[in-house]
């Protein structure tokens, strides 16, 4: 067996509104960028009524951190 050691960036961003005067959480973004530029992008919707309300936040926060993933792993 030989061992394989690989670099990876990781990267994180949330998706917030503002509830009552306070920044609230309802999406978390994930990416995984290897050596090669390959790149995993993943969300967790945390709030599900706060994402049913707010989609189009959620889809042009998404549509930034995946510009912003893809920056990093140029």
């Given at each position: 067996i030989m061992l394989t050691v690989q670099k990876t960036i990781n990267v994180s961003g949330v998706s917030s509104?503002?509830?009552e005067g306070k920044a609230t959480p309802?999406?978390?973004f994930?990416?995984?960028i290897?050596?090669?530029g390959k790149r995993s992008?993943?969300?967790a919707i945390?709030?599900?009524e706060l994402y049913k309300n707010n989609k189009e936040t959620f889809k042009a926060d998404r549509a930034d951190f995946e510009?912003?993933?893809e920056s990093?792993?140029?």
């Open positions: 509104v503002d509830v309802f999406v978390y994930n990416a995984q290897q050596a090669d992008v993943n969300y945390q709030n599900e510009d912003a993933v990093l792993s140029v």
